[in-house]
């Protein structure tokens, strides 16, 4: 039997946690393994429960999920978010991908989206409210037309091999660790290394954010 994805929920919403375990519970390949209901309890339960998977709330007193997911991500690099919010702004949208997170559902989405989103999450793919998703196209095709391929984007892309390139540009398209191994006819596992290379090189903590740079730098075809 396949391992179950582990969970942690975080919003300081009781009844909106026990809406997100209660429907959770009823996967069989997903397990909420806890809850917290701020950022500073999130990182606590993240240290000790070891999830594959943060559903983060971004807007919580104290420590916000913004500030939480980097330094989850600073901490446990390997561990995914997904960011709920119940408003679309376009600077937090932004900040939380820049923080890390790979995946990002408004509150209202329909409850198997949120499942969807981490599974996708914990197969090292970005998963994206539609709404949300059209902000991030069009923070893509703004970077593309300005001069993002300027010295420092140039100095970054020097650092890859032709075969990081490659990978990279799947990534832009949002294929996971699987598909990009199928495509360029290597292990998964060399996938995976390769990924988190590209991360290394590049100063970045999340695919989503990757994606965002090959766009940014013409790199989403390979070099």
């Known amino acids: 039997m396949t391992a179950r994805i ?5 919003d300081d919403h009781a009844m909106v946690r026990r809406g997100m375990r209660d429907f959770l ?3 069989d390949d997903l397990e909420v393994v806890g809850e917290a209901s701020d950022g500073d309890g999130a990182l606590d339960a ?10 983060m709330d971004l807007l919580m007193p104290g420590l916000d999920g913004i500030a939480a997911t980097a330094e989850l991500k600073a901490r446990h690099p390997s561990m995914e978010v997904v960011a709920i919010t119940s408003f679309i702004e376009e600077d937090r949208i932004t900040a939380a991908i820049e923080a890390g997170a790979s995946g990002f559902l408004l509150k209202d989405a329909e409850a198997d989206d949120l499942a969807g989103a981490i599974r996708a999450a914990h197969a090292g ?9 059209g902000i991030v196209t069009r923070r ?8 993002a391929s300027g010295n420092d984007g140039e100095t970054a892309v020097s650092r890859l ?13 949002g294929l996971s660790n699987q598909a990009i191994a199928a495509e360029l006819g290597m292990a998964e596992r060399t ?10 090189k590049l100063g970045l903590t999340s695919r ?16």
């Open 25 to 27: 519970d009823l996967h």
């Open 191 to 200: 996938a995976r290394t390769h990924v988190s290379n590209i991360l290394a």
């Open 140 to 147: 893509m095709r703004a970077g593309a037309n300005q001069t």
């Open 6 to 10: 582990r969970v942690l929920i975080v």
């Open 125 to 133: 793919e970005v998963y994206l409210d539609p709404a949300v998703a």
């Open 46 to 55: 993240a240290a000790a429960l070891l999830p594959d998977v943060v559903v």
């Open 161 to 173: 091999t032709e075969r990081e390139r490659d990978v990279l540009a799947c990534l832009a398209r």
């Open 208 to 223: 989503t954010q990757a994606a965002l740079f090959a766009v940014e730098h013409g790199l989403e075809r390979g070099p």
